[in-house]
């Protein structure tokens, strides 16, 4: 297998020297040798995942709760105006 080491290390922004160039080649192959090995194996019946090992998330159930009061909001606003925060225009 043939692999144009020269524009993989372009689009990768490598500058390689000529013998970076050759172990890299070779490194490159040997990977992709491995990729065809795995291509042999059968696997039907095998469901396609995203992570070896099914994730379960940890956090606390979506249950609605009650928020603050408009008034407890407000409190601590160091500005505060017709019952909206006030904060400082920033005009680049």
């Known amino acids: 297998m043939e692999i144009d080491v020269k524009y993989v290390a372009h689009l990768a922004r490598l500058q390689l020297t000529t013998e970076e ?39 606390r159930a979506d249950e609605v709760r009650p928020s603050l009061s408009h008034e407890a909001a407000l409190r601590n606003a160091p500005a505060e105006a017709n019952g909206l925060f006030m904060v400082p225009k920033i005009v680049e």
């Open 21 to 59: 160039e050759q172990q890299f080649g070779e490194q490159l192959a040997h990977i992709l040798g491995y990729v065809e090995k795995l291509k042999e194996l059968d696997v039907t019946g095998v469901e396609p995942t995203a992570h070896p090992i099914p994730l379960v998330n940890v956090t």
